[in-house]
């Protein structure tokens, strides 16, 4: 049979199928309703919507010139400027899945991650590390000496392609802290992104008027409602610089010069407006919508920021990077007097939820036990590691697709509201980002004179939890904090990095022999003399010196 | 110990570790270098409890926090505010 005869595979196929929803769409809508509106500002340079797709529109082409395609994964590693939004929505017209990198990483992760994500073009602020496989790149600017550049593609015209899709449906891929040692990436679809930015749009009521900041990284999903939501409602978004992120007063004052309208970040962001931005002196009145999701917002610092910012509701949203948002919880009056943490709330439009006990069954109303959620927002899985999907996407209990174990210890009330209790395993949680304690012992223990490493979270009120690092030499070899601090930087993100340091004779053990982290946790001693902290934490303090 | 003396030890055994063969130049970009905003907090707050000098929220900015030298200045100015 002549393959143009047999139904459902004629070359105009697609073209009688209703226009599917897609994320490109979402720009051109913007641009159509509202072509003059300011989409973006960042710095000294705005963006109308008219502006922002007619350069996404070259740059796809001059990006796909270069080699992206569907299918091809392709770095993004930019500073927040409008070039990465330029460049994200022409890798996204190309159907290529984009991998965002942070540029403020060590160059042995940027390294790791192209290798594990088998990058052959780079996007970027600045030109790529030396990878082999990276065979293109295309960076801002001036900032590339006769390679291609962005700018490049203003100078072209568009080749009229209609925009493509990944066919496995991924948008792009988060790597996340992985607990072997090596970080995991998580595929994030189209359908996920598509579903959630609707949902903000209309549970948050964001219109054109808004001005929408955007304070996470181009790496953590929290960046997606600032980008997606904003395109889809035809709102201004902000990127917030580097360098004012840093200081609470120039973030405060940055919130009211460009009088924006709603806030999304992690609590920690927020506890420090709350204690050195000074807020009572900044004009707030326009924020009226403050977002957070990370990690557990404190009750002290939430009655601060709601004192200070009237005009503004409070929402808490939680998810793990694998469901995006997946519940919520519109914070009401009864949460700011009550003494109960602040709970995660119910499930977002069209997701369903579980939480079952060790042997897989339902727990009561009022037990905890393991989160399970499905829905339009799951991830597709890790990318290259089958393994890891298939240990953490299970069969949905209702039988309808798969679900994410979250690891999250959560219980339900009377009332359905959902309250987090904490993990499951062994992740950390520091300033929302979520670290995997494994991690940072496996590069620890890549150094030759350590015995053994073990990394433990600390409570901070501020940053959620501050890192410990607890390091064992061989017996004959000797170690210094300074040393393991620089092995650290040299291949983890800033946010990974102990905060503490204890050198010890050897880490304590249960009677299974498994390391006793109670106890490691427990472990205090006062500086020693020349400064430096030794604790024997693997004995008794009968046998200490 | 001088103001400039405590900082340093401060900043590159406590906050950035580093090897004291390694450590860098008064000019140095502490920001370059790792001083992130966890750090920044835990600087302040060693600048105001250990050296007893208090400084304003609104005069933290990246360019009185960029450098040791940049630091003394606003500490020894604050000190005499």
Redesign the interface.
């Known amino acids: 049979m002549d393959r143009r005869e047999r139904p459902g595979l004629t070359p105009d196929h697609a073209v009688i199928l209703p226009m599917p929803e897609s994320l490109y769409k979402l720009l051109q809508d913007a641009a159509t309703k509202h072509g003059g509106r300011i989409a973006l500002v960042a710095g000294d340079h705005s963006m109308t919507y008219a502006e922002l797709l007619y350069a996404s529109d070259r740059a796809a082409a001059y990006l796909a010139g270069h080699g992206a395609r569907p299918g091809r994964r392709v770095a993004f590693c930019f500073r927040k400027s409008t070039d990465a939004i330029v460049a994200l929505f022409g890798l996204i017209r190309t159907g290529a899945t984009y991998v965002p990198l942070d540029p403020a990483w060590p160059v042995e992760r940027i390294r790791t991650l192209c290798r594990d994500a088998e990058i052959s073009l780079w996007t970027g602020t600045d030109p790529p590390p030396a990878v082999p496989g990276i065979v293109a790149s295309v960076t801002s600017k001036t900032k590339s000496e006769g390679g291609a550049s962005l700018d490049s593609a203003a100078e072209i015209e568009p080749d009229g392609a209609p925009p493509q899709r990944p066919p496995d449906g991924v948008t792009n891929i988060l790597y996340t802290s992985g607990s072997t040692g090596q970080p995991k990436g998580v595929e994030i679809t189209e359908r996920s992104l598509l579903h959630f930015s609707q949902w903000v749009v209309a549970t948050f009521g964001l219109t054109a008027e808004d001005r929408v900041a955007n304070h996470a990284p181009y790496n953590f999903d929290l960046s997606t409602l600032d980008i997606f939501a904003a395109v889809r409602a035809g709102a201004t978004m902000y990127p917030v610089p580097e360098?004012v992120?840093?200081?609470?007063?120039?973030l405060a004052e940055f919130i009211a010069e460009k009088k924006i309208t709603t806030w999304y970040s992690v609590p920690?962001?927020l506890i420090?407006l709350q204690l050195?931005?000074?807020l009572e002196?900044h004009d707030l009145s326009e924020l009226r919508h403050v977002i957070f999701a990370g990690e557990v917002m404190p009750k002290s610092a939430l009655q601060g920021l709601a004192r200070r910012l009237p005009n503004a509701a409070f929402t808490n949203l939680y998810g793990p990077t694998e469901t995006n948002v997946c519940t919520w919880h519109r914070i009401e009056e009864r949460d700011l007097t009550s003494d109960e943490p602040i709970p995660i709330g119910r499930p977002i439009d069209d997701t369903r939820v579980w939480i079952v006990g060790e042997d897989g069954a339902e727990v009561g109303n009022g037990d905890s036990g393991e989160l399970l959620v499905a829905g339009p927002t799951l991830t597709a899985g890790y990318f290259g590691d089958g393994s890891s999907t298939d240990h953490r996407l299970i069969p949905a209990p209702d039988g309808r697709g798969r679900a994410y174990r979250t690891g999250d210890r959560v219980s339900r009330g009377n009332d359905g509201v959902l309250m987090f209790h904490g993990r499951l395993d062994r992740m950390i949680k520091c300033?929302g980002h979520r670290i995997e304690p494994g991690e940072i012992e496996a590069v620890l223990c890549r150094h030759p004179n350590v015995k053994e490493a073990a990394v433990i979270p600390i409570p901070d009120p501020?940053?959620g939890n501050r890192i410990r690092a607890c390091v064992a030499a061989h017996d004959d070899r000797s170690i210094?904090?300074?040393?393991?601090?620089?092995l650290c930087?040299n291949e983890l993100p800033?946010?990974m990095?102990p905060?503490e340091?204890r050198l010890v004779d050897r880490l304590p053990r249960t009677d299974r022999g498994k390391v006793d982290y109670a106890r490691l946790a427990a472990a205090e001693t006062p500086n020693s003399p020349d400064?430096t902290e030794r604790v024997r934490v693997g004995q008794s303090p009968a046998d200490g010196d | 110990m001088e103001t400039r003396q405590q900082l340093r030890q401060h900043l590159?055994?406590t906050l950035?570790?580093?090897?004291?063969s390694?450590w860098p130049a008064d000019g140095a970009d502490l920001?370059e270098l790792?001083l992130?905003?966890?750090r920044?907090?835990q600087l302040?707050v060693f600048v105001e409890e250990r050296l007893g000098v208090n400084l304003p929220?609104?005069e933290?900015?990246?360019e009185r926090?960029g450098s040791v030298n940049a630091l003394v200045e606003w500490i020894d100015a604050s000190a005499r505010a």
């Open positions: 360098r992120k840093m200081f609470p007063y120039q920690s962001a420090m050195r931005g000074r002196v300033r501020v940053f210094q904090e300074p040393e393991l601090a620089s930087r800033s946010c990095l905060d340091w400064g | 590159f055994e950035i570790p580093t090897p004291a390694a920001l790792g992130d905003s966890l920044v907090m302040l929220d609104h933290v900015t990246p926090i």
